[in-house]
Structures are given as structure tokens and as C-alpha cells.
């Protein structure tokens, strides 16, 4: 191996070279919360994106698709409290004089300029208060604005999400960071979170793409809270190329290959942060199927597994109750033989091949006390395997959701 990937203390989106970022209070959150939020490139870059596979797409979001027709960006702007969806002619009136707005005052392209919105559907933006924030905040862009812009964009979420990463290869250096938020309506295919990451790497829009797709779809895509998914679900990734980097490809040699490894490093952190602080939630789980014919199989049983509330009541009341994971995997759709399945939770073997294994029940329920575990289930039919991010099932999930208008 001819590279190394370090975690930056602290680190967020504005961690890599050329990047600032700012928070403000447009009043669309109440108590004067930051609730929108500015991350700028000091130059115009190649930008990819993931978005939301549902139908209900916000306007903010279709607006940021049609900027990113050419592969280039340098200003995200992300609104919180208001998902800017289901507002006819006049949410995408709002969200390109946004961008507009940035524009003016940063003298670049408005279509440089890409929005994002979260938070409750059916309601207007205040527009006259976003441009006031917009320009309280621009004055503020600072390269240590990160925490900023982690906290601008929180919904549900109770602590800010981010996290950075120094790669070295050959000598070169260049950083990636991020941020991201998310706590309900969670669910692969993309979810109700949004993710902003930045790099001082040089690569192409096209490479950028290519590199972006494959780390969500083995971070984000593999995360399930409560099997929901939103309308403003956005992932960006901007690479300015300021660093000391070569151009980078994603079959360019130790470089694509640190490059790519970050990357996938870096979106699994930042799911696993967006698990553990999931509305009501208390564990975070991860469930590996192995033994499988293909991948898609072992990511058809895994998704079942993950999104069955049965098993996430069982993981929240720590009960060892194996048989309703072997029933989600048996609706997957996945043909298999449960005469050759052995099954896991934790360091515990709870069957083996298709029969009930011997284990203290008692030590089982203490070991799914524990914050984080996994659970494994082996087909013995194949050489494939893949993974989910669960969470368990709470009662306070329920008190969030029956009062999310007033919470975000």
C-alpha cells in the first residue's frame, strides 16, 4: 500500500483547501436556531450528486439537479425547517431566487449556486428573511464555518454530524470532509438526510460521479431507520483541486484506489452518526449476511431484516428473540435452505444449520444492552455477502413523529 487515510480532529466540510462556510437564522426554526447555512468554493468545481429516488422530489432539490447538468458548482445553500415540496410555481420561484440572490453577491453564476431544503412539507420559504440571513452570513464565511453549517442544517437531529480525512499517496496530499443530517423518515435508495462533501482532489466531473455513486451506495444506501424516504434527500460532492494532488481516476492506481477508500470511510462515518442519534433510538445494529449466491441477495435478506419492525422492537427491548430475524429473511424473496443457515447476534451463535443452538438467554439480553453489535446470518450457499444499518424501534420515535411540525 503507497497511501495513508488519517481522521482530522474535528474535522468537517471546510477542512479542505479553498473551502469557507457560515450559518445564520432566517427565523424559519423558532428560538433564533441556525437555520440556513452557506459552504462556498473559492473556485468554481466539478460537483456529482445523489439524490432522493422518490417520486416527491422538493423544489430546491430540482433545482440544484438542473444546475448540475454540467458537472460544475461552488456554493451550496441549505435551508432547514422548511422542505420547500409540494409548493407549486412559487418553490421554484423561491429556490432560483436564492440562487440568484447568492450569486449577485458573490459575483458568479447563479447556476453555480446549488440549494437544498429540509424540513416540513407543504409550507412556503420566507423569502424576504432568507435573503436578510443570506446576507448576515456572507461576510461570516470562515474556513473553521464547518460546525456552522452542521448545525444550520438540523432538523430532528440533536448533535451536528461531521467528520474530515487526510490521504497522503506518493507524497501528495489531499482532504476530504463532510457533514450531514438525518434522524427520521430513514431508508436506503436514499433517505430524508442531507450530505455535503468537499475535497481538494483534482478530478473530473465524470470520475467525481463514478466515485460518489459507489461510496453511497456502501454508506448511505445501507442505512434504514424507519424505512421512509423523504423528497429533499441530497448528497454532494465538490473537489476543488486545490491541493498537491494528481488528476485522479477511479482505476488511476493507489491514487483512485486512497481516494475511493476515503471517500467510502468518510459516508459509512457520517451513516453510522446519522444512526446513532435516529429519532428515538438507542442502538445502532448492523446486520452482515454472508453465504449468499449474489450480492443482491444478501442486500435483499439484509434490507428485510433491517426494516422489519419486529426485529427493531426486539433490538430495543434486548430481546434475543431470533426467529423473527430468520422470518424477515424468509419473506426477502431470497430463495435459500434454512436446513444450512447459521445465525449470530453478536459473539453468540443463536442457531446452527436450520436448529436452535445452545446459548445463555441471560447473556444474549445483556449483550444487545450494548449501543452498537451485529447480527449475522450465513446462508451456506455461495461465496457473496453484503450489509444494512438498522436501528431498533422506540416509544419516543412515535412522540417525535406525532409532533414533527413543532419539533423542527
Request: charged share 20%; proline share 3%.
Amino acid at each position: 500500500m503507497s497511501y495513508t487515510i488519517q481522521r482530522i480532529e474535528n474535522g468537517g466540510a471546510t477542512s479542505a483547501k479553498g473551502f469557507k462556510a457560515a450559518g445564520a437564522s432566517a427565523g424559519i426554526k423558532t428560538g433564533g436556531k441556525l437555520d440556513i447555512g452557506i459552504l462556498a468554493s473559492q473556485v468554481r468545481c466539478p460537483t456529482a450528486g445523489v439524490f432522493t429516488t422518490n417520486q416527491l422530489k422538493g423544489a430546491s432539490l430540482l433545482i440544484t439537479k438542473e444546475h448540475l447538468s454540467d458537472g460544475y458548482g461552488q456554493v451550496v445553500f441549505v435551508n432547514s425547517g422548511c422542505a420547500n415540496a409540494c409548493t407549486g410555481e412559487r418553490g421554484f420561484l423561491d429556490a432560483r431566487e436564492i440562487a440568484r440572490h447568492l450569486a449577485r453577491k458573490l459575483n458568479i453564476a447563479a447556476t453555480d449556486v446549488l440549494p437544498s431544503s429540509t424540513g416540513v412539507i407543504g409550507v412556503y420559504l420566507p423569502l424576504p428573511n432568507i435573503r436578510e440571513a443570506i446576507d448576515r452570513a456572507l461576510p461570516h464565511l470562515r474556513e473553521d464555518g464547518g460546525l456552522e453549517m452542521a448545525q444550520a442544517i438540523m432538523t430532528t437531529d440533536t448533535v451536528p454530524k461531521s467528520t474530515a480525512r487526510k490521504v497522503t499517496v506518493d507524497g501528495h496530499q489531499f482532504i476530504l470532509g463532510g457533514c450531514a443530517k438525518g434522524a427520521g423518515m430513514i431508508q436506503p435508495m436514499m433517505a430524508t438526510m442531507l450530505s455535503y462533501i468537499t475535497t481538494d482532489a483534482r478530478i473530473s466531473p465524470q470520475n467525481l460521479s463514478i466515485f460518489l455513486k459507489n461510496a453511497v451506495d456502501r454508506s448511505f444506501n445501507r442505512l434504514t431507520i424507519d424505512g421512509d424516504t423523504s423528497c429533499c434527500d441530497t448528497v454532494l460532492l465538490m473537489a476543488n483541486g486545490l491541493s498537491s494532488s494528481v488528476e485522479i481516476a477511479p482505476d488511476g492506481g493507489p491514487a483512485g484506489e486512497a481516494f475511493q477508500e476515503a471517500l467510502n470511510d468518510l459516508c459509512r462515518d457520517l451513516a453510522m452518526r446519522l444512526a446513532r442519534d435516529g429519532e428515538g433510538v438507542t442502538k445502532a445494529v448492523t446486520i452482515q449476511v454472508r453465504g449468499t449466491r449474489t450480492r443482491d441477495d444478501a442486500i435483499r435478506i439484509a434490507r428485510a431484516i433491517a426494516n422489519s419492525p419486529l426485529v427493531k422492537t426486539a433490538i430495543h427491548g434486548c430481546d434475543p428473540n431470533w426467529g423473527r430475524i430468520l422470518t424477515a429473511a424468509g419473506y426477502s424473496g431470497v430463495a435459500f435452505d434454512v436446513n444450512r443457515v447459521d445465525l449470530w447476534i453478536g459473539r453468540i451463535q443463536m442457531m446452527h444449520h436450520g436448529e436452535p443452538a445452545r446459548f445463555d438467554e441471560a447473556e444474549v439480553h445483556d449483550l444487545m444492552k450494548n449501543t452498537d453489535y451485529e447480527i449475522v446470518v450465513d446462508l451456506h450457499q455461495g461465496e457473496e455477502g453484503d450489509f444494512y444499518i438498522t436501528t431498533d424501534l422506540s416509544k419516543e420515535y412515535i412522540d417525535i413523529n406525532a409532533d414533527y411540525r413543532h419539533r423542527t
